[in-house]
């Protein structure tokens, strides 16, 4: 079992950045694929973007790509979302998951969520 708790969000204006963290525990960080999503108020949720465990292999959805960075310190047990250049359509629930192997983007082949942290950015 795996237990993910993200933190830092928060209410910033548009064009402003934030950093979002997700810290791990419960079993070995190894081998798990990091990925973040996000729900914005009446809207599904949808894939943000996600990291192996070595990091070699990065995907970002279109609205976040040259703008988002996502990172992992595995010694750490902790996976990062760097938030650049941040706009209004950027607010929304941000929840981090977990799931053993390759990268996905679909929500559904995730194994472990966490609760979530609201990211406001105001225009």
């Known amino acids: 079992q795996v237990q993910l708790v993200e933190s830092g969000g928060g209410l910033v204006q548009a064009g402003d950045s934030l950093r979002l963290s997700c810290a791990a525990s419960?079993?070995?960080?190894?081998?798990?694929?990091m990925g973040w999503f996000r729900q914005a108020p009446g809207k599904e949720l949808e894939f943000v973007t996600a990291v192996t465990w070595h990091g070699g292999n990065t995907k970002y959805a279109d609205p976040v790509k040259g703008r988002f960075t996502i990172s992992r310190d595995n010694a750490k047990n902790t996976v990062y979302l760097q938030m650049n250049s941040l706009k209004p359509e950027d607010t929304a629930v941000y929840y981090c998951?977990?799931?053993?192997?390759?990268?996905?983007?679909?929500?559904?082949?995730?194994?472990?969520w966490g609760q979530g942290t609201q990211v406001t950015v105001s225009s």
């Open positions: 419960g079993r070995s960080f190894g081998g798990y694929t």
């Open positions: 998951a977990a799931r053993i192997g390759s990268s996905s983007t679909f929500y559904s082949t995730y194994d472990y």
